[in-house]
C-alpha cells in the first residue's frame, strides 16, 4: 500500500473529477509549479494508484436504456470454471462490470448495458447461459441510478 500526502490526494481528486486536464491547469488547481506536479502524477502512475483515464459517456444518450443487474451461479467452485467464466464475459461487449462475490446465494455480480429487453433477452440466452457451469441467473433491472461515481473517496485514507 503506498502513503499519500495530502497533495497527491488533491492530484487524485482532481484528476477523477476531470482526467483531461492539462499538467499546467491540475497545477494551478492544486497549488504546484507545473514540473513538481508532473513529477507527482509520474510517480502515482508508476506505482500503479493511476492506472489509465477514461471517457465516461451517457448510456442513455447512445440508446443503450437498459441497466440489468445478474446474480450468476455455478455448479462448481474450482479455479478453471472459474477461469473459463471470466475470459468468457470478458469477450461480451454488453458487460460493464463482474464481480466474484461472497455472501449471497450467487457467485458473480455481472453489469450489463443493453439498448432494450430483445437485447437483454439475446445476451442471457445465446451468451450468459451458455457458459459451461452457470447453473442460475437472477436478473434485476436497475428503474434510477441513485449514486453512480466513478471516483474512489480519498477522505479516509491516513
Given at each position: 500500500?503506498?502513503?499519500?500526502?495530502?497533495?497527491?490526494?488533491?492530484?487524485?481528486?482532481?484528476?477523477?473529477?476531470?482526467?483531461?486536464?492539462?499538467?499546467?491547469?491540475?497545477?494551478?488547481?492544486?497549488?504546484l509549479s507545473p514540473s513538481p506536479?508532473?513529477?507527482?502524477?509520474?510517480?502515482?502512475?508508476?506505482?500503479?494508484?493511476?492506472?489509465?483515464?477514461?471517457?465516461?459517456?451517457?448510456?442513455?444518450?447512445?440508446?443503450l436504456n437498459l441497466t440489468a443487474i445478474i446474480q450468476v451461479s455455478m455448479d462448481r467452485h474450482t479455479p478453471d470454471r472459474f477461469e473459463n467464466f471470466d475470459r468468457t464475459l470478458e469477450m461480451c461487449s454488453e458487460v460493464v462490470s463482474c464481480s466474484l462475490i461472497t455472501g449471497q446465494a450467487a457467485d458473480y455480480l455481472v453489469e450489463v448495458v443493453v439498448?432494450?429487453?430483445?437485447?437483454?433477452?439475446?445476451?442471457?440466452?445465446?451468451?450468459?447461459?451458455?457458459?459451461?457451469?452457470?447453473?442460475?441467473?437472477?436478473?434485476?433491472f436497475v428503474l434510477r441510478k441513485v449514486i453512480n461515481r466513478t471516483s474512489i473517496p480519498l477522505d479516509h485514507l491516513k
Open positions: 500500500m503506498i502513503t499519500l500526502d495530502r497533495t497527491d490526494k488533491r492530484i487524485l481528486e482532481e484528476l477523477q473529477k476531470d482526467g483531461s486536464l492539462s499538467n499546467l491547469e491540475l497545477a494551478e488547481k492544486v497549488g506536479c508532473s513529477r507527482r502524477v509520474k510517480h502515482l502512475e508508476d506505482t500503479g494508484v493511476i492506472v489509465g483515464k477514461a471517457v465516461l459517456l451517457n448510456a442513455e444518450t447512445l440508446g439498448t432494450d429487453m430483445a437485447q437483454y433477452q439475446e445476451f442471457l440466452l445465446n451468451k450468459l447461459t451458455t457458459i459451461p457451469g452457470v447453473t442460475g441467473v437472477h436478473s434485476s
